[in-house]
């Protein structure tokens, strides 16, 4: 399993909780943001941003630039397949 996989945060599921909806190569979970919305930002500002995503957590933003190049590189070393697969087994 990889550190971090690269996905898109596009919605808020429930802010109360700092959910947010990623997609992750067309895979979509819920995933939380905690550790992304510090400094007064909130979980709807973050709606669009990049992120890198490990065992349900949002770890750091990225830009697209930044996330395009580690897909690439996670599919060269056959990562993102076996990632991938965990979260369509993990259900939300």
């Given at each position: 399993m990889c550190l971090g996989i690269p996905g898109q945060i596009v919605g808020v599921s429930d802010a109360e909780r700092q959910l947010a909806v990623v997609d992750v190569s067309g895979i979509q979970r819920d995933v939380n943001v905690a550790c992304i919305t510090t400094g007064g930002r909130s979980i709807e500002d973050c709606i669009?941003?990049?992120?890198?995503?490990?065992?349900?957590?949002?770890?750091?933003?990225?830009?697209?630039?930044?996330?395009?190049?580690?897909?690439?590189?996670?599919?060269?070393?056959?990562?993102?397949?076996?990632?991938?697969?965990?979260?369509?087994?993990?259900?939300?």
């Open positions: 669009g941003d990049w992120v890198l995503v490990h065992v349900g957590f949002a770890m750091s933003r990225i830009d697209e630039d930044e996330a395009a190049e580690t897909l690439k590189i996670l599919e060269k070393l056959g990562e993102v397949e076996e990632e991938l697969e965990a979260m369509r087994m993990s259900g939300t």
